[in-house]
């Protein structure tokens, strides 16, 4: 099989070998390792033993290559693959517009085109592309600021979200959201949230909407809920908050991990107790799993099994996936923290360049194929560019349009009016 | 054409009551309705998703709109938890995706028993008793509101929704319009507030000054039984988020209220007794520390018009200004600390829109800025008591 998972045990170099002697205005003072502020637990292990004080009525499971095998035999026997052809193209695309796109948006900022707070997802499209490609539309999908491409895998189409970032009033949100607010009701993506954390309960009320349906207007209904964070997000009290009800519950929510060991410059092991965070989900009595996030089909694997738990109602899942991000934090961030070998270790990881050569190693497609899917795709972004640039900005009338839902909560003006009444209000003209 | 009765004076408080208030018995809240012609229905259209429904107009405290119909029906009598039980009941009836989240909602009925008796009718799923996790649970409303349901959820004390001041303000308040419209939240956030009897500085708190600057949410006040009823109704049919706010010393207030189904509006404010001399805007509990000064002024040979402005957010500027353009001259009581409250805003509101019609400052009355004490006496010296509101009355009529 070409993803062979490394038992490895990757350690987040420390910070002092990173440090060049002429960058002065850090603030991070550079620490011996003696000094070394953290956990010092290995990151993940490999270890089928289980204390019996630990165990719970769920089990825990860390995905090895082993795993994976048994599962590769079991699900396609006749040809002992992962994934059809047409999964495969499917896959790829997903990815490269992902990476595509994000690329574009670097580009874009740089030109002046978009501002702000812009997040890029580049070498995290495995675990998007691995899970949001398994849901029906129905399912929701619940993101962080890091959300352009989880919108794009649910299927919002890429020039709604370029023209969200370029401000205008053909975005998905008119405009209104911006990088870090990516909403679209009719792919179910539930957000883009800026504050970490503040997705997850959103995510798990939607997954109690589902049970809602199904139990109490007894509808039928096993919409799934994702809720993608990352590790910053993992020592946040809505975390464990949110762990708890989803389990007590039991909603149908896969809580996603995407573990790039950097919260912008804090280190996940100078952050976290216990590091391994897949050992929180026994805690509160759902399965923790721990997957290589660089590698697409693992994390389908282990997103189809979450998933499916979810639907026949056995409750939710916690999924780590170890995952990494190409570019920094932000684009404003200058990345200066990470150790330069990490990052190359991780770019020999990438998970587009592995899912090629895996499909074209067992012949699901030729460079061909492939080629021009990274063609049509660079099409794709390129018209998504020229239609956000074409776009018109939001003219003033739609300052105050989507401030209520029922615009009467303007209230009643002096002259006996509900302020909405006013013509000029939309305008943005009249007095509020 | 209205109908104007003089109110005799605030409700009958029951035992749970302080000395300050007379325990006269009165039995029942005699206002008197001022009705709102309904030429007022919105009809405007407005890009975006409002869709312009019927309105109730009729924002006051009203028994009955002639006296003919309320000789058909005597009406109930009831308490105010019961009153927001029986609103809340009757919308669960009617819309099964009304659902309650709160913490003791269920099995205990909730801490002021607003909720008694709907988890055994309607099931643990629509009455859902949550863990103590304000911020989640809240943002969990949030969520659910977003894919179809209503949940009204119950801060225990509303200092306790302090804790789910995130999901509040980015989620309630703002995800509608950062979502472009697309996504709704029907949430209903409500619980008791206010200085109660000697609970202490964190059980005393009043949010209707924290939330007020969040954007896209819409804060009530309920204050009698009747009106209690009616918002809660109104905010829970309301597409916005409503905050409501109760009182922890007025939910045994007793009062008769019609048989038949209403709905109040949310923006309207009540006129509780009309006046030539003086506006005393008001809300909430101090609306009685209000009606029981009103006796002595009347007596004293003043004419107060009292005005409970109901709606905190967005302020009801129609009833408020055409009360300040008949007395010229006003007088808040509210029950937020000096800083920043209700008082404040609305002080600055009557300035803006009304300061031609002014013959003297505003003067606005509001509770100390000071965590409420535990000792009964500090407590008392930090809100607003009757005796101040006449002097503040006298002075300002001058």
Not at chain 2, 105 to 134: C, F, M, N, W
Not at chain 2, 333 to 354: D, H, K, P, Q, Y
Not at chain 2, 384 to 398: F, G, N, T
Request: some cysteine; proline content about 5%.
């Amino acid at each position: 099989m070409a993803f062979s998972a490394t038992t490895k045990i990757i350690q987040p170099m420390y910070i002092n070998s990173a440090r060049s002697p002429d960058k002065s205005d850090s603030c991070n003072k550079i620490l011996s390792p003696s000094s070394f502020l953290g956990s010092n637990n290995k990151l993940f292990s490999i270890s089928k033993t289980i204390s019996p004080l630990s165990r719970r009525s769920a089990t825990v499971v860390a995905v090895s290559s082993d795993v994976v095998k048994k599962k590769k035999v079991e699900s396609n026997p006749a040809s002992n693959l992962l994934i059809t052809k047409e999964e495969g193209l499917e896959l790829y695309e997903d990815m490269i517009l992902g990476r595509a796109f994000e690329d574009m948006c670097a580009q874009m900022y740089y030109r002046g085109k978009m501002f702000g707070f812009v997040h890029l997802y580049n070498g995290q499209e495995a675990v998007s592309t691995g899970f949001i490609k398994l849901l029906g539309n129905r399912d929701c999908v619940v993101s962080t600021y890091r959300d352009h491409v989880h919108a794009l895998s649910k299927g919002v189409p890429a020039r709604a979200v370029m023209s969200e970032l370029f401000g205008k009033a053909t975005g998905c949100c008119r405009g209104q959201g911006g990088s870090m607010h990516m909403f679209s009701k009719e792919h179910n993506v539930l957000g883009g949230f800026a504050f970490i954390g503040e997705g997850i309960p959103v995510a798990t009320g939607a997954a109690f909407t589902s049970k809602y349906r199904r139990e109490a207007l007894k509808e039928d209904c096993d919409d799934v809920t994702l809720a993608f964070f990352g590790d910053g997000t993992c020592n946040n009290g809505q975390f464990f908050e949110c762990l708890n009800m989803a389990a007590l519950w039991k909603l149908p929510i896969v809580f996603v991990v995407e573990n790039n060991l950097w919260a912008i410059g804090m280190s996940h092991l100078r952050a976290t107790s216990d590091p391994q965070i897949w050992k929180k989900g026994p805690a509160f009595g759902m399965p923790g799993v721990h997957v290589d996030g660089m590698d697409v089909l693992k994390v389908r694997e282990v997103a189809k099994e979450a998933i499916t738990r979810a639907r026949r109602g056995e409750g939710p899942t916690l999924v780590e996936c170890e995952t990494y991000r190409f570019r920094g934090h932000s684009l404003a961030d200058p990345d200066e923290l990470r150790d330069p070998a990490e990052k190359a270790h991780y770019a020999t990881r990438d998970p587009i360049t592995a899912l090629k050569k895996y499909l074209m190693e067992n012949s699901l497609a030729s460079e061909a194929e492939l080629t021009a899917i990274e063609k049509k795709i660079e099409e794709v972004v390129e018209e998504a560019v020229e239609f956000a640039d074409k776009s018109p900005v939001p003219a003033r009338s739609q300052l105050l349009e989507n401030v209520f839902a029922d615009p009467r909560g303007f209230g009643i003006g002096p002259d006996g009016k509900y302020r909405c009444e006013d013509p000029k209000f939309t305008e943005g003209t009249a007095q509020v | 054409m209205a109908a104007m009765l003089q109110a005799i004076g605030g409700a009958s408080p029951s035992v749970a009551f302080s000395d300050h208030y007379n325990k006269s018995s009165v039995s029942s809240i005699r206002s008197f309705p001022v009705i709102r012609s309904d030429a007022r229905s919105s009809s405007g259209s407005i890009h975006g998703s409002f869709k312009p429904g019927k309105i109730i107009t009729k924002a006051t405290a009203t028994q009955t709109e002639s006296s003919a119909s309320a000789a058909s029906k005597p009406g109930h009598e009831l308490l105010m938890f019961e009153a927001l039980r029986e609103g809340l009941e009757e919308e669960m009836d009617r819309d099964p995706r009304v659902c309650v989240f709160g913490e003791d909602v269920g099995h205990y009925g909730g801490s002021y028993k607003v909720t008694k008796g709907l988890a055994q009718k309607y099931g643990d799923l629509r009455v859902l008793d949550t863990p103590i996790a304000e911020n989640s649970f809240t943002g969990m409303a949030v969520g659910a509101a977003m894919t179809g349901l209503r949940p009204v959820v119950e801060g225990m004390n509303m200092g306790f929704l302090l804790l789910a001041f995130n999901q509040i303000s980015d989620n309630c308040g703002m995800l509608h319009y950062t979502s472009g419209g697309q996504f709704t939240i029907p949430t209903v956030i409500r619980g008791p507030g206010g200085v109660g009897r000697q609970l202490g500085a964190e059980h005393s708190q009043r949010l209707e000054s924290y939330f007020q600057s969040i954007p896209g949410i819409q804060l009530v006040a309920c204050s009698t039984v009747y009106n209690a009823k009616g918002l809660m109704k109104a905010a829970i049919r309301s597409e916005n988020p409503v905050v409501l706010f109760e009182h922890v010393l007025l939910y045994n207030l007793k009062e008769r209220i019609p048989d038949e189904e209403y709905v109040l509006s949310l923006e309207e404010a009540e006129m509780v007794r009309p006046g030539e001399h003086i506006t005393i805007l008001t809300y909430s509990r101090m609306r009685y520390h209000v009606m029981q000064a009103a006796k002595t002024l009347v007596n004293k040979g003043y004419d107060p018009e009292v005005i409970d402005i109901r709606s905190l957010k967005p302020f009801d500027l129609y009833t408020i200004g055409n009360s300040v353009k008949k007395t010229h001259r006003v007088l808040i009581v509210e029950e937020c600390m000096r800083t920043g409250g209700i008082g404040a805003s609305l002080t600055a509101a009557i300035n803006e829109n009304f300061h031609d019609y002014l013959d003297a400052p505003i003067v606005c009355l509001s509770s100390q800025d000071v965590p409420t004490p535990y000792a009964g006496t500090l407590e008392e010296w930090t809100v607003v008591q009757p005796s101040q509101i006449v002097a503040a009355v006298e002075q300002l009529c001058k």
